[in-house]
């Protein structure tokens, strides 16, 4: 307990939002009938159960569409941003696979971006994967650069997982237009976070996923553009011909509610939320660094994520620090990779040390985040590194 605080403050303190969000309340109430009551297949067309599936699932489409500028049409639900993530890299690629065939991706996407890449290289496709800039940004030029004749797949994430980083997707969809090269990009993290209208934007493929959203786990998303380029895709699963017959399989009804009101909530209070959530990431850095010594910043301090922090705190061993501060929850790297035990290859890739990786946290702040939360963490941070660097500093002699 603080001396001269009150203890309100409700722990454990939850400050991991780019891994996973609560499901908001009024998420939750919209799904609750869907799993009992209204609990029919969204394929079945000889009975009500089935129509009532079928027009939930309908609903939800066209919210998730209207939210990010599409037709309704383009919404592919899927499993998840993973799962969006490979029918887009493979299927895209695998539709337009020639001799010498290339794919252009980022040194810093998500593992469900890298794998599939490596996974068309072991199919005889040629991936290049760019160096972003030092504050981790993925430019136009750098792709534009990075296109060959042979080229017909790009894929360059919205919003960085692990360093918040927004990189220029609408540029890039620009130049890849001009040379007739398909653009895909990751947008988990960006929906609902920074303004996203496919169309206006220009971009080919996107994913999706709900439970960055504060809706539920289990269920994303894959726009696929349906004009201007009709954009043609290889299935990765067959079986039933359901979502227009890229992505057979019985349609989880009742995480798509969850989704589509999740869109609408954001739809609705997004630019509030963010601005909101970017005034407590900036409340938290000024706290830390004026407890903290010898801190420092990764990626870019202004086009960023409003809720991400990402630090790299010397002589105090990002493990370390996150056990002894064990009523914060926090990363150390991606949450898809962090039972791994090699550093973020993020800040690798940006040229950081396998210490100063190693050495690295990720604060991810959201919905429900509260000042007093924010507050609280920096000084909790603050005791937990002073004490790792008592402990690891040499005996005096």
């Known amino acids: 307990m603080t001396p001269g ?21 009024r998420v939750f109430e919209a799904m609750r009938p869907y799993f009992t009551e209204h609990f029919g297949n969204a394929a079945s067309a000889s009975h009500v159960f089935g129509w009532r599936a079928e027009a939930a699932v309908t609903k939800a489409r066209e919210a998730l569409a209207a939210f990010v500028g599409a037709n309704p049409r383009e919404i592919i639900f899927t499993s998840g941003a993973t799962e969006s993530n490979n029918l887009a890299i493979l299927g895209a ?9 290339h794919v252009i991706t980022s040194a810093l996407e998500h593992r469900a971006v890298l794998d599939p890449c490596r996974r068309l290289e072991t199919e005889g496709f040629a991936v290049t994967y760019l160096k972003p800039d030092p504050h981790g940004v993925t430019t136009a030029a750098a792709v534009a650069a990075a296109i060959t004749p042979l080229t017909v797949l790009a894929s360059v994430m919205a919003a960085n997982n692990e360093i918040g980083t927004l990189n220029p997707v609408g540029e890039i969809a620009r130049v890849c237009k001009e040379r007739g090269v398909l653009f895909h990009t990751d947008a988990a993290q960006a929906l609902g976070k920074i303004p996203l209208d496919v169309h206006a934007l220009g971009l080919d493929l996107v994913s999706f996923s709900a439970h960055k959203l504060c809706g539920p786990k289990g269920v994303g998303a894959l726009f696929v553009r349906a004009v201007n380029p009709r954009v043609r895709l290889v299935p990765l699963v067959f079986g039933g011909g359901h979502e227009r017959g890229l992505r057979s399989g019985t349609l989880d009804v009742t995480g798509i509610v969850g989704f589509g009101a999740a869109a609408e909530i954001a739809r609705a209070e997004g630019e509030a939320e963010a601005r909101r959530v970017f005034a407590l990431r900036d409340r938290l850095w000024e706290r830390l660094l004026a407890r903290v010594e010898g801190l420092s910043r990764n990626g870019s301090p202004s086009v960023c994520h409003p809720g991400n922090l990402n630090v790299t705190i010397p002589g105090a061993p990002a493990d370390a620090v996150i056990v002894e501060a064990r009523d914060l929850a926090v990363s150390s790297g991606s949450a898809c990779t962090s039972a791994e035990a090699e550093p973020s290859h993020v800040l690798l890739a940006l040229g950081r040390s396998r210490a100063e990786a190693e050495a690295s946290i990720r604060f991810g702040l959201g919905r429900f985040t509260t000042e007093e939360e924010v507050d609280w963490a920096a000084d909790e941070v603050a005791r937990a590194v002073a004490k790792v660097r008592m402990e690891r500093a040499p005996p005096l002699r």
């Open 5 to 25: 605080r009150p203890e309100t403050l409700k722990r454990p303190v939850y400050l991991d939002y780019h891994a996973t969000t609560p499901v908001d309340p």
């Open 93 to 101: 690629a695998r539709a337009r696979s020639a001799p010498g065939a």
